[in-house]
C-alpha cells in the first residue's frame, strides 16, 4: 500500500539547534517527494521537492533534504533553527500512478528560546 | 491574481443534511483534489481528478463526491453518509504530477 510515515508527530529544539525531520514513504517505485511547512493559520507552503538527479536537494528559508532509495526515506533537515520555524511540516508524495499525492501526518515543530 | 478559492470559509451541516464544498481555480491546472484535514492525522485525500470529466478515490471517499464537470471548478458534496464530517477541508491543484500543490484557504466544516 502506498503510504507516508512521519514518526515523530512533535519536536521541539532550541533555537540556533540543528534540526532533522523524518519521512519515510512506502511505493515501489522512484515518487515525487516534498516537504511543506504550515503555520497556524496559514496556508501550505513548499519548501522543497525532488524528482531526479542530485538526492540532496536545497529549498527556501536554507532547508534541505536528502533522498535515500535504499531505505525509502526523504528527511528535511537544517543546520540552525529560528524561533519563526515553528510550525508543522508535512511531507508528500506525489507521482503515484497518475497525479495522486498523499501526505504524512506532519510533525509539530515546537522552538525554544 | 491566480489561485485558488474556496467557499464558505465556515459550514455548518445538520443531521441527515448534504452540504456542498466550493473549490474553483484559474491557474489554468489540469489536476485537482480535495483534502480532509483532522489534528494528528495529516492531509488524508478524499477525491483527486486529472482531467476535466474523470476522478478518482483516495483514501477515504466514503461518504463524499465529487463532480469535474469544467477545468476550474472541482466541488465536494459531503453526504449525509460520512458520519464524523466535522473538519478542515483543503481543495489543491497541480499542473503536473512533478510540480507542487496550490492550496485554498480552505473551509471548516462542524456539525450542528
Known amino acids: 500500500a502506498q503510504s507516508v510515515t512521519q514518526p515523530d508527530i512533535h519536536i521541539t529544539v532550541s533555537e540556533g539547534a540543528s534540526l532533522e525531520l523524518r519521512c519515510n514513504y512506502s511505493?515501489?517505485?522512484?515518487?515525487?517527494l516534498f516537504w511543506y511547512v504550515q503555520s497556524p493559520g496559514q496556508g501550505l507552503q513548499l519548501l522543497l521537492k525532488y524528482f531526479s538527479g542530485d538526492t540532496l536537494v536545497q529549498g527556501i528559508k536554507g532547508f534541505e533534504a536528502e533522498f535515500k532509495r535504499s531505505q525509502s526515506s526523504f528527511n528535511l533537515r537544517k543546520p540552525s533553527v529560528h524561533w519563526s520555524d515553528a510550525a508543522e511540516y508535512f511531507c508528500?508524495?506525489?507521482?503515484?500512478?497518475?497525479?495522486?499525492?498523499?501526505f504524512g501526518a506532519g510533525t509539530r515543530l515546537f522552538v525554544k528560546a | 491574481d491566480g489561485g485558488i478559492t474556496q467557499s464558505p470559509k465556515y459550514l455548518f451541516r445538520k443531521e441527515g443534511q448534504n452540504v456542498t464544498l466550493s473549490c474553483e481555480q484559474n491557474l489554468n491546472h489540469d489536476a485537482m483534489y480535495w483534502y480532509r484535514q483532522d489534528p494528528g492525522q495529516g492531509l488524508r485525500l478524499i477525491y483527486y481528478s486529472q482531467i476535466v470529466n474523470d476522478f478518482q478515490k483516495g483514501d477515504i471517499a466514503e461518504g463524499y463526491s465529487v463532480s469535474r464537470e469544467k477545468k476550474e471548478s472541482f466541488p465536494l458534496t459531503v453526504t449525509s453518509a460520512q458520519k464524523n464530517p466535522t473538519a478542515f477541508y483543503l481543495c489543491?491543484?497541480?499542473?503536473?504530477?512533478?510540480?507542487?500543490?496550490?492550496f485554498g484557504s480552505g473551509t471548516q466544516l462542524s456539525v450542528l
Open positions: 489543491a491543484s497541480s499542473m503536473s504530477a512533478r510540480e507542487k500543490l496550490f
Open positions: 511505493y515501489g517505485a522512484t515518487p515525487y
Open positions: 508528500a508524495v506525489g507521482g503515484l500512478g497518475g497525479f495522486k499525492t498523499i
